[in-house]
């Protein structure tokens, strides 16, 4: 031990009762409480009784002594009668084993700060951690759903410059193809309206004023793709006709069904083999409205059908795709209150489903009067 001049001792004995208030309890090898002193009263330690046992009367000691060999014991903010946190050291003496208590009010209030920042911390980063998600799903979202279009618009022009057309005819064709493969220039502008997208993606409208009709975002993808499908020598058909004088309208927002819907019809293009055929419906369900796709593919490998609802999920001839399209269309519809998946069919292939409900159905479960 360092040897320190009396006035510097007598120094820090003074700043040690001053903040810490120490009590003290001494007990002998029976657990019976034989003397104290210190500020006691302070941590409501009143109305000892020597001879006694000590856990009796204080019950945070209780089952402590005596000590079972002389390292001792430090047990940090404990909270005494009185309500105020000491800081317990438990140790032997020739007097007997000793309790003594110093006063931890003030680095109980510290570690309660550093706590409560902590938590702060941890909220803001769990914020941060979601909008990083947030706009990583939307960023590769945007990647993904370029391949659609750009597959329609390039299909289309495929099949026409087979066709016998003008030599003027043919140079527009050839306009359309530079600038079909100028697309993905616009990705920089895309990203520029990243933000504006973002909000658009918590909105939704169970309004059935404002709903989109699952009917006829299905008719705009079957007509979008229909080049490109023709070129794979892949059939599509929408079956059966669905009853116009049904009403098929969901929750959700027009640009996403348009989006999940495609995302599936691409899907079953790319895992169809030449003269297949992909057949997409949607059925009436009293309260929801069931949208499948079926095609007549491979089907799904047994080591991704657990995953394939989730991020970068990719068989093992991934096609180029980054595997978030089924990703997407996941967290879309369950925004939206509905549910997605898939099931093989028994004569071969796979079917990719999804089921939303009718607005009014959203509204009376949320219990908003129309």
Not at 114 to 128: A, P, W
Not at 194 to 209: I, V
Request: hydrophobic fraction near 40%; charge should be negative; proline fraction near 6%.
């Amino acid at each position: 031990m360092v040897e320190l001049p009396g006035a510097i001792r007598e120094f820090l004995n003074n700043l040690a009762f001053t903040h810490t208030q120490p009590a003290y309890l001494f007990v002998d090898r029976d657990a019976n409480l034989t003397s104290w002193g210190g500020s006691t009263e302070a941590y409501g330690l009143a109305n000892l009784r020597a001879g006694e046992p000590v856990g009796e009367q204080v019950y945070f000691l209780e089952g402590l002594f005596p000590l079972d060999d002389d390292d001792g014991l430090s047990l940090p903010f404990i909270h005494t009668p009185s309500g105020r946190p000491v800081d317990l050291y438990l140790f032997a003496t020739p007097e007997g084993d000793c309790a003594l208590l110093l006063d931890a009010t003030i680095p109980e209030q510290q570690q309660r700060l550093m706590q409560q920042k902590g938590n702060e911390l941890q909220l803001s980063y769990q914020r941060l951690v979601k909008e990083i998600q947030k706009r990583d799903i939307l960023l590769h979202c945007i990647v993904h759903d370029l391949a659609g279009p750009l597959m329609g618009i390039k299909g289309g022009f495929d099949l026409l410059a087979s066709e016998a057309i003008s030599d003027s005819g043919r140079k527009f064709l050839e306009i359309g193809l530079r600038q079909a493969n100028k697309q993905e220039a616009l990705i920089r502008e895309i990203l520029q309206a990243f933000s504006a997208e973002l909000a658009s993606l918590e909105a939704f409208s169970s309004d059935p004023e404002k709903a989109p009709n699952a009917v006829a975002a299905m008719r705009e993808v079957i007509e979008s793709l229909s080049p490109a499908f023709t070129l794979n020598q892949v059939n599509l058909r929408l079956d059966p006709d669905p009853d116009a004088t049904k009403d098929w309208k969901v929750v959700g927002e027009k640009s996403r069904l348009d989006r999940v819907v495609s995302n599936l019809v691409e899907n079953a293009l790319r895992h169809s083999p030449a003269q297949a055929t992909v057949t997409a419906g949607c059925y009436d369900e009293g309260d929801q409205v069931l949208v499948a796709v079926d095609d007549e593919g491979p089907g799904i490998p047994p080591e991704i059908a657990p995953h394939l609802f989730q991020k970068f999920a990719q068989g093992k001839k991934g096609r180029g795709k980054i595997g978030l399209g089924l990703y997407f269309c996941r967290i879309t519809v369950e925004h939206w209150g509905g549910e997605i998946g898939h099931q093989p069919r028994e004569q071969g292939g796979t079917r990719f489903w999804f089921r939303l409900p009718r607005p009014q159905t959203a509204q009376n479960a949320a219990g908003v009067n129309p």
